[in-house]
């Protein structure tokens, strides 16, 4: 598989749009996801209020970060967790392997976590000589295929059982066919790994500043067992994920299961504070919290583009994108895809690597209609694209939007132009007009038809 | 020093330009624990196919979890020590190699785990298990069948009450417990073309019993 990368969302989208069989995929799972949630909240009494407050209490965090970070520090220290604060990618990955290494850990389990695919820890673990295994189904595919996660909950959604069965023959040796085989021999490889873990590494899905705690939801079991099994656990959190109580931890589980799954509550949620208590037979001896930044406190500082910080992630916003459901999560090119994905990889990546995403989307709202907290994603949208533009104005793109309000103006100006150089290929070339040829690139005039007399006169040789 | 660096930027772009919010609208009445509330149980619970039986002495609770053993073809077993001493459930599972908690190691061929559920939250059919000594985390986690015990007084309306219930469980110096784990249903996945499938990682059956008398 050629490498994604985010400079080539275009093309990558242009290429996904053309296979059908991941169209296929992506039908089904954006429906199966969309069905499950609405059913879920048609029967959920209490909804709107129920939404209101999870907005309220991710939008209360945001607006006291700073002082609820050294809350949570305060707290999850005097629990006994080690804190540590990473600027960037680099940072958490050097303190990372630092933990690793301390530990003498060689084999490595992750709980599903898109944290640490943004921070590229994998290969970084790897090149200190762990042996590292996601453990999450989904996740645990897409490692053994050598690719990234194609949706948020769903990282597998793209794979069929067959393309698993050949996975699992090829790489591990191990063969089945029916889906409840696969899953069985999954559990049986994993469950040595998890056995002989020396580390377990998660991401956090809230972390509560006044008691210290991290909670993780998930519905394998693979998270519990990463903290329960390995004597060491870290989990790594983005800075915006702390909530300020329990009460507002409550109330975005009323929420985010729901969303997510179309389930009232996840199968497995775990309230960690700390290591084991004295006298405690399992579960992590010593406990680490990595809190990164890597460009959140610039986007917390962005009056307009902060609301992007709200999201907890529920993924719903992917399942009714319809540029998603017909590109799939691998063309965006980076960790995150979908609407939420094109708002924190154009905030959190080189604006020269992502010029193209706020573009690729049809700002019809559906996102901004499903999601339970209300983030207003198409208008955070426009804002990106108006910075993406800003200083690039091109006369001759205002000159072609100024004509394009005036059809009569607009056909005469290009019939003009057309009777000069048909195909728009040499105008663009001319030197003292710059900006012309990058405007021309940029719009991929169609071709111009053939006139009555060259098609008549084809259409006679053609004749037997 | 980043810590310092990243809070500086924080309060920074905060006092630039400060986040307001409105306060929400106030939270929904929680459903009350009624007469019924073992059927509402038993009905949140069906769709995660998770039976309740109810036990109206510790002896039929003891039966109860006689019959699961047997139901599981299950030879050896883990369970909480004080919280499940008086239940006779060591005589009743008498057939069954009781197997003592230790590192995960120990437990990794364990066929049944038993715990006793802190907390039912009625409207999600979920189950709180609060870890501490002679509560270990494994016996809900490592076998492939799960029971827990469910007192009749610790049926709750939702999750809303998951504060209370952890302010309950603290230590004197006010430190949480070190693990609180929600329980609903079986471990599940639908990784693999959204073919829902039970016991990836965890237990791959959940039964409860509900203990049907009021303690004293």
């Known amino acids: 598989m050629r490498e994604m990368t985010t400079r080539n969302f275009r093309r990558q989208s242009a290429e996904a749009c053309r296979d059908t069989n991941l169209r296929a995929v992506l039908d089904h799972a954006t429906r199966y996801f969309q069905a499950k949630r609405g059913a879920s909240l048609e029967a959920f009494p209490g909804r709107g209020e129920h939404f209101a407050r999870a907005r309220a209490a991710r939008l209360n965090a945001l607006s006291r970060l700073p002082d609820l970070l050294e809350e949570l520090e305060t707290n999850a220290s005097a629990a006994g967790t080690q804190v540590h604060w990473a600027a960037d990618a680099a940072q958490a990955r050097a303190i990372i392997t630092g933990i690793a290494s301390a530990a003498g850990a060689r084999v490595v389990v992750k709980g599903k976590s898109m944290i640490t695919e943004e921070i590229a820890l994998n290969p970084a673990l790897q090149a200190a000589g762990a042996e590292v295994w996601e453990t999450d189904l989904g996740e645990f595919i897409v490692q053994l295929a050598g690719e990234p996660p194609s949706h948020i909950i769903a990282p597998a959604v793209h794979k069929s059982r067959e393309d698993v069965a050949k996975l699992f023959a090829e790489k591990l040796n191990l063969h089945g066919q029916s889906i409840p085989e696969l899953t069985l021999l999954a559990r049986q490889a994993l469950r040595e790994k998890f056995l002989a873990a020396d580390l377990g590494i998660t991401g956090v899905n809230m972390a509560v500043a006044e008691t210290g705690s991290v909670i993780l939801v998930e519905n394998e079991g693979n998270i519990r067992m990463s903290t329960t099994c390995p004597p060491v656990h870290v989990a790594v959190m983005s800075l915006e994920k702390v909530v300020a109580s329990l009460e507002d931890a409550a109330d975005i589980l009323r929420v985010l299961p729901r969303s997510a799954t179309g389930q009232k509550m996840s199968s497995y949620v775990s309230v960690l504070t700390g290591p084991r208590g004295q006298g405690e037979t399992d579960g992590a001896r010593e406990t680490h919290l990595v809190i990164l930044d890597n460009g959140r406190s610039e986007i917390l500082a962005d009056p307009v583009l902060r609301e992007a910080l709200a999201c907890f992630r529920c993924g719903a916003c992917l399942n009714v994108c319809p540029v998603y459901q017909t590109i799939g999560g691998h063309a965006y090119g980076w960790v995150y895809s979908g609407p939420i994905g094109t708002l924190l990889t154009s905030l959190l990546q080189p604006r020269a690597e992502t010029r193209d995403l706020p573009f690729g989307c049809t700002l019809c709202g559906a996102c901004k209609r499903t999601c339970p907290l209300s983030i207003d994603h198409p208008k955070l949208m426009m804002a990106l694209r108006q910075r993406a533009a800003k200083g690039r104005t091109n006369r001759f793109g205002a000159a072609h939007s100024l004509l394009a309000r005036h059809p009569l103006a607009y056909r005469l100006a290009v019939g003009t132009a057309r009777a000069v150089d048909p195909n728009l290929d040499l105008l663009p070339r001319l030197p003292g007009l710059p900006g012309l040829s990058e405007f021309v690139d940029s719009r991929h005039p169609p071709e111009l038809k053939k006139s009555f007399t060259a098609r008549h006169r084809t259409a006679k040789k053609g004749k037997p | ?216």
């Open chain 2, 1 to 216: 020093m980043s810590r310092n660096a990243i809070l500086s930027a924080l309060r920074a772009g905060l006092a630039a330009a400060p986040l307001t919010v409105e306060t929400p609208p106030g939270r929904p009445a929680s459903t009350p624990v009624g007469p019924d509330a073992w059927a509402v149980l038993a009905a949140v619970l069906e769709p995660l196919e998770v039976r309740l039986r109810l036990a109206r002495t510790p002896a039929e609770a003891a039966q109860h979890v006689a019959d699961i053993a047997r139901e599981r073809a299950a030879k050896t077993y883990t369970r909480w020590d004080t919280a499940l001493d008086a239940f006779g459930l060591d005589a009743a599972l008498a057939d069954l190699a009781r197997l003592e908690p230790g590192c995960c190691r120990n437990l990794a061929h364990v066929d049944l785990g038993l715990v006793l559920a802190q907390a039912a939250f009625l409207e999600s059919g979920s189950l709180a298990v609060v870890a501490a000594p002679g509560r270990h985390r494994a016996a809900s986690l490592l076998p492939p069948a799960s029971v827990a015990l469910v007192p009749k007084g610790a049926l709750r309306p939702d999750v809303s009450h998951l504060p209370a219930l952890l302010a309950r469980h603290s230590a004197a110096s006010g430190r949480l417990p070190a693990c609180l784990n929600l329980i609903t249903g079986p471990s599940s996945t639908a990784d693999i073309e959204l073919v829902l499938v039970r016991g990836v990682h965890g237990p791959g059956t959940l039964d409860v019993i509900g203990l049907d008398w009021d303690e004293e």
